[in-house]
């Protein structure tokens, strides 16, 4: 890793290695670009594997290279799992002190297969890809949370699925850049002010808890799971913004009305979170009397599905299921099982799902410099990759967030005028087809690693008899 | 990550003795050559991209002798131990030393102290181990805490970065030390005396592993075998438990690849490591570095020897340096 000197006069040498495709992603921590290996061998129709790789912008003014980008990649070189993205490089440009890290590329992300279910197919996601997407998902977490790391930012434009190949229909946990080690922080982790996206934010979170769990990332995981049985974000609540650290009263709100009031009788620590025990906004005073959660995901109470999403959804942290104890979870013991390739047809010659491919815009260069002057289309928020950012509420006007979180970009010009109309930079140049009807979005990071491996690595599906 | 088991320092940077004097010496070597070839041995470091240059051809006289293995050895174990003061003097967690140090150790299996200044290349690692274990703290401020130009520390930040190959999560012996003590809570439970005087064999033990990370013991061996080398020597010390008895619990407990005699050779090798340590003083320092300087520098060299004719008083440059380093 990490390269030496400078090729041409702006041509570092690395970037030799790679065929650029073009951006698929920008947010505040910089750029991520598809690219493709060069083949050892080239030759006509010859291509090399898809990588995504992730620019991180310099840091502040004089300090040296961004404490974010230093903190995804130290993670990254200590992880290595089949359910977590790969990084497979990193380099360094020489011209402006940036980092480039270079990812396996994946082709999918659970945000974009939910929208394409919700908004082209108008159908449930299949059960056997629910839960073989959710038991890969519990799976890499646990991992993480085993080896001591709190993802803290899971949502669904985080978790990464494999394109076609060997790897076709694997999760990939992606964007570290607000993870953390949780054995012996120096600091509180709260210092590094609230993270998360707020319609994945865990109760202890929202009602100001100050030493957080890796149970933060489990409550994620349940509202992913209802998102994904239901194709609509569970808790859609509108983000505060006044303040640097304001109180997200919507967002609670919004989780009292489907689960019901916590009680200190069954979470017992709600005493002491900050903005519970000042009675902040009232938040004491019961609204609600019945909860709906089964109405709102369509599941029978009785059925291991809910069982299992109501764990998940607990509210005192430490009663909340972990990793662990829901990837022996009885859902997961039943037909359908789950699978390594998540993607597959639910029943033998069923048709198999065409999920879009990524939006490239191939006018940007490595540089972030667009060559085209760009004209309408634009695609969607495709201005928001991963952690580069696709921190969704925060980046729209403040309203009411009904039905989409974010500016749907379809193939139609009304949806690209729509998206213009959000103040959403363009990123396609109208004369660039988008591919398959993708929208917006754009992603970074990815994931593949040789077939052989993922093979080796019996990653312990439950009892498989089929779909491998 | 809290599992060192799978980490990369367990695969990458855990060395056998041969290995690193293999490394000291082709750096050392290395410096020689290009000492003899260029006149300097001072590497070009890009200020931006940390990319790295042959020095360019001095012209002068020949006679820089560069810096002896023993020497380089020395200059290293004097740094080290300066990264200890100047993390004291900003009263920063324990940790943060011993990952500048372990980040400082892996640079200089690469590079010879002559080819990038250890001066410089100690406070970037201060600087990135702030970074790294969330105690961020500006380069400026660092830089005007320790009347340094923190343009220094930037310009080598990217260097330091490539050559730890960005493998930055680092174990110390410390959290080791605190886990055994939890143990020892239970181990001693019957014995009301040892359970008081457990707090002053931690502390003892903390002190020990200090002059363990100015050793080469964090490169040859894993935290868990400082941490308890470090509680035994304490222990021998304070006499507050059974060490030999305790030893054995801990390896019945869970089954270890490696045999308890095995793991007594390692403690015994480690307090060896601590026994030979020298810490060099200034004075032992001032004549490796008017050699260290006169390698980066022909000209204050030559400018050295034109003063020592004029006049035996220290240059001012030296004396300046003297007192950062003293």
Sequence with gaps: ???????????????????????????????????????????????????????????????????????????????????????????????????????????????????????????????????SLLWQLLNGLNY???????????????????????????????????????QAPLKALCDNGVVVTIWY???????????????????????????????????????????????????????????????VEKWPTLANLPWWQNDQQHIQGHKYENPGLHNIVHLPQKSPAFDLLSKMLEYDPRKRITAAQALEH??????????????????????????????VDTTTDFEGTTSLQPTQAPSGNAAQGQSVSRSMPRQMPQQPMVGMPRVAAGTNMAAFNAASQAGI????????????????QSHPHQLRRKADQGMMQNPGYPQQKRRF | MADFRTSSQRERWIFQPHDLTERWAAANQRAAETLAQYGTTRLKVGSLDGSVHSPDHVEGSSDVKPLSYE????????????????????????????????????????????????????LTCVYTSCKVEENHVSAEELGKGIQQDHQIILN?????????????????????IEGF?????????????????????????????????????????????????????????????????????????????CPVEHFVQSINAIHYLVDQLKIPTVKDMRHVDRKLKHCWDRSSHDEHKKKEKKSKHKSKRTSTDAQLNG
């Excluded at chain 1, 990123?427 to 009807?437: A, K, V």
């Excluded at chain 2, 260097?159 to 730890?164: A, E, R, Y």
């Excluded at chain 2, 002059?211 to 507050?240: E, F, I």
């Design chain 1, 330 to 359: 009885e859902y997961f013991r039943m037909d359908p099982l789950p699978g390594r390739n998540a993607l597959l047809p639910s029943q033998p010659g069923e048709k198999i799902v065409q999920y879009p491919v990524r939006p």
């Design chain 1, 201 to 263: 934010r865990a109760p202890e979170l929202l009602l100001g808890a100050k030493h957080y769990t890796s149970a933060v990332d489990m409550w994620a995981v349940g509202c992913i799971f209802a998102e994904l049985l239901t194709l609509k974000p569970l808790f859609q609540g509108v983000e505060a913004k006044n303040t640097p650290n304001p109180f997200q009263l919507d967002q609670l709100d919004k989780i009292f009305k489907v689960l019901g009031h916590p009680t």
């Design chain 2, 181 to 257: 003590v939890d143990d020892l809570e239970g181990f001693c439970r019957e014995d009301n005396s040892a359970l008081q005087r457990l707090k002053e064999l931690h502390q003892t033990a903390i002190s020990y592993a200090d002059k363990m990370m100015l050793t080469d013991a964090p490169l040859l061996y894993t935290p868990g075998q400082l941490a308890l080398a470090a509680l035994h020597k304490s222990n021998d010390t304070l006499k507050v438990f059974n060490f030999e008895r305790y030893l054995e619990t801990i390896f019945s407990r869970q089954h270890s690849d």
């Design chain 1, 144 to 182: 993480l949370h085993s080896n001591w790391i709190i993802h803290r930012d899971l949502k669904p434009s985080n978790i990464l699925v494999m394109g076609e190949g060997e790897e076709h229909g694997i999760i990939k946990i992606a964007d570290f850049g607000l993870a953390r080690i949780y």
């Design chain 1, 425 to 440: 930079a363009g990123l396609n140049p109208g004369n660039i087809p988008m591919q398959r009807g993708a929208g917006g």
């Design chain 2, 71 to 122: 020497e380089e050895q020395l200059t290293r174990v004097f740094y080290e131990q300066k990264i200890q003061e100047v993390c004291a003097a900003f009263k920063f967690p324990h940790k943060i030393q011993a990952t500048a140090i372990i980040y400082f150790k892996r640079f200089y299996l690469q590079w010879s102290v002559m080819e990038h200044h250890p001066k410089h290349i100690m």
């Design chain 1, 1 to 131: 890793m990490g390269d030496g000197r400078a090729g041409g006069a702006n041509r570092p040498a690395w970037l030799q290695q790679y065929e650029l495709v073009g951006k698929i992603g920008e947010g505040t921590y910089g750029l991520v670009f598809l690219a493709r290996l060069k083949p050892a061998h080239p030759a006509p129709g010859r291509r090399g594997p898809p990588i995504a790789i992730k620019k991180f912008k310099q840091s502040k003014e004089g300090d040296g290279v961004s404490p974010t980008a230093i903190r995804e990649i130290m993670l990254l070189r200590e992880i290595n799992h089949e359910n977590v993205v790969k990084l497979v490089n990193v380099h360094i440009n020489h011209a402006d002190m940036s980092l480039y890290l270079a990812f396996d590329y994946a082709e999918h992300d659970l945000y974009e297969i939910i929208r394409h279910h919700r908004e082209k197919l108008n159908a449930p996601i299949n059960p056997y890809t629910v839960k």
């Design chain 2, 156 to 176: 080598n930040e990217i260097i330091l970065l490539k050559t730890l190959d960005f493998d930055l999560i680092v174990y110390a012996p410390y959290r080791s």
